[in-house]
């Protein structure tokens, strides 16, 4: 059973461009659960989703970022308009009824 | 915030057991423990989490106070790849609130 996996692994974008970043959980598992690692930091949680539906997205910034989990394919964590303080770890997290999370290796997002 | 508290770092000998920390004084009743590590930074790899009996499995054990107040985490031969942030994290098992609340953790270095 493969693990969860992200692309890309690393993203490099300019102020003002799109980031999108994909999580394909593990197979059998419909909860999906995005969390964000600013250097020297720790983890923080963002956005947690079922198919097609969000959960809790208490943790996502208001403003330019969304995350969809649709029926068929992976999650997409979306930023738009990407600035500097964007540069991050992003890991997805999957898990079969919102029990155990097992993450993937993560997209490293820098914005130039 | 998170509900638990753990020491910043701490060392060991390779080949010897490394009894990790954790404080949870707050946990609910309907909450487990769970721990985390992330080795330099991967994404972070589940390790083991328990109610309220001792649990064992490949990788290690834990150890759950009777008043649950606290628990402690057993690696019993640490090997140099041991060498990690170690999260321990109090959570309800399901339902909407089952996000990941991380902390700081504890820096474990296992020396040679």
């Known amino acids: 059973n493969a693990g969860v996996m992200q692309n890309p692994r690393h993203l490099v974008r300019r102020r003002g461009q799109e980031a999108r970043l994909r999580c394909s959980p593990m197979?059998?598992?419909?909860?999906v659960y995005w969390y964000r690692q600013l250097p020297e930091e720790g983890l923080k949680f963002m956005v947690y989703?079922?198919?097609?539906?969000?959960?809790?997205e208490s943790g996502m910034p208001k403003e330019r970022f969304s995350a969809e989990f649709p029926k068929e394919g992976p999650s997409i964590l979306r930023i738009q308009q990407v600035v500097r303080g964007d540069s991050a770890a992003y890991f997805c997290?999957?898990?079969?009824?919102?029990?155990?999370?097992?993450f993937g290796p993560g997209t490293r997002l820098l914005v130039l | 915030d998170a509900k638990t508290t753990q020491p910043p770092s701490m060392d060991c000998a390779e080949g010897r057991a490394a009894n990790l920390p954790c404080n949870h004084s707050?946990?609910?009743?309907?909450?487990?423990v769970y721990w985390y590590r992330q080795i330099h930074s991967q994404g972070p790899q589940y390790i083991i989490h328990?109610?309220?009996n001792n649990e064992t499995n490949e990788m290690a054990s834990l150890i759950i106070t009777e008043d649950r107040k606290s628990s402690t985490l057993i690696l019993p031969h640490a090997t140099l790849r041991d060498t990690a942030v170690y999260y321990c994290?109090?959570?309800?098992?399901?339902?909407?609130?089952?996000?990941?609340?991380f902390g700081k953790g504890i820096t474990l270095s296992v020396r040679p």
């Open positions: 197979k059998g598992h419909s909860h």
């Open positions: 997290a999957s898990s079969p009824k919102a029990e155990t999370q097992y």
């Open positions: 707050t946990i609910s009743g309907n909450e487990y």
């Open positions: 328990g109610l309220k």
């Open positions: 989703l079922q198919k097609e539906n969000i959960i809790d």
């Open positions: 994290i109090v959570r309800p098992d399901t339902g909407a609130n089952s996000k990941l609340t």
